[in-house]
């Protein structure tokens, strides 16, 4: 009998299926398809970082009034190509050939509303917590022309949700592994920007604590904020970068550099310790080369966020919180996977055809199953 740890063996160390070499697009279109969407998915926290963290570089920038609109109108420019971009591949998607006239109407008026929104949320707001949806509102059409454009290549990130329990186990392991890498990445630049701030080494080192350079001073503008984190990094820089990519036979290399190179720049707030970032980057790479499954990654990124986020907000308080906080949630986080192997265990016995005895006949109800192994 098939047990479940093999099962689940056949999900997860398998690798993700190769894609089709594309036919319709050749190779270079496709990456400069790539590298438009990095481009405009970067330009405005890389505009605001050199603007805010630029004096770690040398960079002579101050946040004068002209600074500040130059930076507004680039991202309007950005949003307003996004509108077009999206607009574009949607109309052209749904011809009265391929889609119903109801849902033509519904998916056209869909991508002008969002990309509206989105050259909207370009505006300068007064509020802080307006700007930070704002900036989710964004990148989350910006996330959503990266799903069309992959829909143009005929290549798919695989964002369905699992339907069966061993599917559920599946991706829950695939998510812890990702965190385990997200914390990797994550502890190298916090030990590198303690190790430079105690060696006194004169190289650029970020300034205070994290979310103060970030500007956020409070779980739930931490919380918003991380809508856009995870659309821009996972959805945009990571998954459609490595899946596009590897549908047209690019190197490795390719795939890593162009991925690893926007990470470490986003992050360059941190100063030198941003290159503690190309292990959160190249893990996340390699990972989704083997599992391409994408929400597994966003959920991961987003809990580690969030947990270590959250924690950082709590040095006011005692510092017996934060330990207590974290056994917590690795309570949580043991409970939930026991549930989940107890759920695909359970399914994984109702699926097994009933035994057959030496002469042919199946045995009573009242017979006892083989065992299913879970280890």
């Known amino acids: 009998m098939k047990s479940l740890h093999v099962a689940l063996l056949d999900l997860t160390d398998r690798p993700a299926p190769e894609p089709s070499e594309q036919t319709d697009a050749p190779a270079r279109r496709v990456v400069r398809h790539v590298i438009g969407l990095l481009l405009l998915g970067c330009y405005f926290p890389l505009a605001v970082t050199a603007v805010t963290s630029g004096h770690l570089y040398g960079l002579s920038l101050s946040l ?14 950005v949003a307003t190509i996004v509108f077009w971009w999206l607009c574009w591949l949607v109309f052209t998607r749904t011809l009265l050939s ?83 890498v997200c914390v990797g990445g994550g502890v190298l630049s916090f030990l590198l920007v303690h190790l430079i701030r105690w060696t006194g080494a004169g190289v650029p080192v970020m300034k205070g604590g994290q979310m103060a350079t970030l500007g956020v001073d409070n779980f739930g503008t931490l919380a918003i904020g991380l809508v856009s984190t995870v659309a821009l990094e996972d959805v945009v820089i990571v998954a459609t970068t490595t899946a596009l990519l590897t549908a047209v036979r690019r190197p490795a290399w390719q795939i890593y550099t162009l991925v690893c190179v926007p990470e470490v720049l986003l992050h360059a707030y941190l100063g030198l310790p941003a290159i503690g970032m190309l292990v959160f980057a190249a893990g996340r790479v390699w990972l989704y080369r083997q599992y391409g499954r994408l929400l597994p990654f966003m959920a ?9 986020g959250g924690l950082m907000l709590m040095q006011g308080l005692p510092f017996w919180y934060r330990p207590a906080l974290g056994l917590l949630f690795s309570l949580v986080v043991s409970w939930a996977e026991n549930r989940l192997k107890k759920a695909a265990k359970s399914a994984r016995a109702d699926e097994q055809p009933p035994p057959v005895t030496p002469d042919g006949d199946t045995p009573r109800p009242t017979d006892r199953p083989d065992p299913v192994s879970i280890q």
Not at 64 to 77: L, P
Not at 119 to 125: R, V
Not at 300 to 308: E, I, P, Q, S, Y
């Open 64 to 77: 004068t009034t002209q600074t500040r609109y130059a930076v507004i109108y680039g991202q309007f420019t």
């Open 98 to 180: 391929r889609v119903t006239p109801r849902q033509r109407l519904l998916q056209r008026g869909a991508a002008v509303l969002a990309g509206a929104a989105g050259m909207y949320s370009a505006a300068p707001f007064s509020i802080a917590l307006a700007q930070v949806v704002g900036h989710d509102v964004f990148d989350c059409v910006l996330a959503w022309l990266a799903l069309e454009v992959c829909r143009t290549h005929r290549v798919s990130l695989r964002t369905t949700l699992p339907r069966t329990a061993v599917e559920r186990l599946r991706d829950w392991q695939i998510t812890i592994t990702v965190l385990y």
């Open 300 to 308: 991961a990124h987003f809990t580690f966020d969030l947990v270590g």
